[in-house]
Structure formats: C-alpha cells, structure tokens
Nanobody, 123 residues
Framework: QVQLVESGGGLVQAGGSLRLSCAAS????????MGWFRQALGKGREFVAA????????SYADSVKGRFTISRDNAKNTVYLQMNSLKPEDTAVYYC????????????????WGQGTQVTVSS
C-alpha cells in the first residue's frame, strides 16, 4: 500500500512557474514508477509526465514537453513536477500516481493516486 500526498499547487500568472511535490509513504518507493496526470473541469484525466523507478527514464505529453520536468528523489520518497512557462490551458487538478513496474502514460494502469492539487493559471 502506498499513500500519496501532493502539494505546491496554486494560482499563478501565465508565463510563471510552479513546482509540485508528491510525498509517498512506505519504504518501497523506489519500486514504483511514478506519473503525473491532470484533469481540467469538465474533461477527462490526461497524462502529463512519467518517470521510471530509478529516475533514468522520463516521458512527457506533447503539450508540456520542453516546459515541464519530472524528477524524483528516492531517498526522500518524493516525486516532483517543475512547471515553467505556464499557460491558461494548464489549469487543472494535478494528480500523482504510482504503479509497480514500468512507467506508463495510461492512467488506468496506475494503482495508487493522491488527492490532487489545484493549479490555476490566469491570463
């Protein structure tokens, strides 16, 4: 069992930056690939980024590539999402998720989810 708690969301102007954090419970954090997903009001859950268990491999949605960076610190049981050059269309609730095995862009393949953190980007 893994419990995930996101933090770092908030209100920011377009062009600004935020860093989201996701703290995981348990002693086996390094066994889990991690992902970030988002869900805007009235829309489905969308893949944002994923990172492998060691952190060596990352993947991104085309819409955030070059602006967002996913990273992890296994010693701190934490995964991060650095978001730069934010746009109003990035406004959503952001969720982190964990799955045993390889990282994946499909949300249904993740086993554990955080409660989400709201990111609002004003124009």
């Amino acid at each position: 069992q893994v419990q995930l708690v996101e933090s770092g969301g908030g209100l920011v102007q377009a062009g600004g930056s935020l860093r989201l954090s996701c703290a995981a419970s348990g002693r086996t954090f390094s066994s889990y690939a991690m992902g970030w997903f988002r869900q805007a009001l009235g829309k489905g859950r969308e893949f944002v980024a994923a990172i492998s268990r060691s952190g060596a491999r990352t993947s991104y949605a085309d819409s955030v590539k070059g602006r967002f960076t996913i990273s992890r610190d296994n010693a701190k049981n934490t995964v991060y999402l650095q978001m730069n050059s934010l746009k109003p269309e990035d406004t959503a609730v952001y969720y982190c998720a964990a799955r045993l095995g390889y990282s994946d862009s499909v949300y249904s393949r993740y086993d554990y989810w955080g409660q989400g953190t709201q990111v609002t980007v004003s124009s």
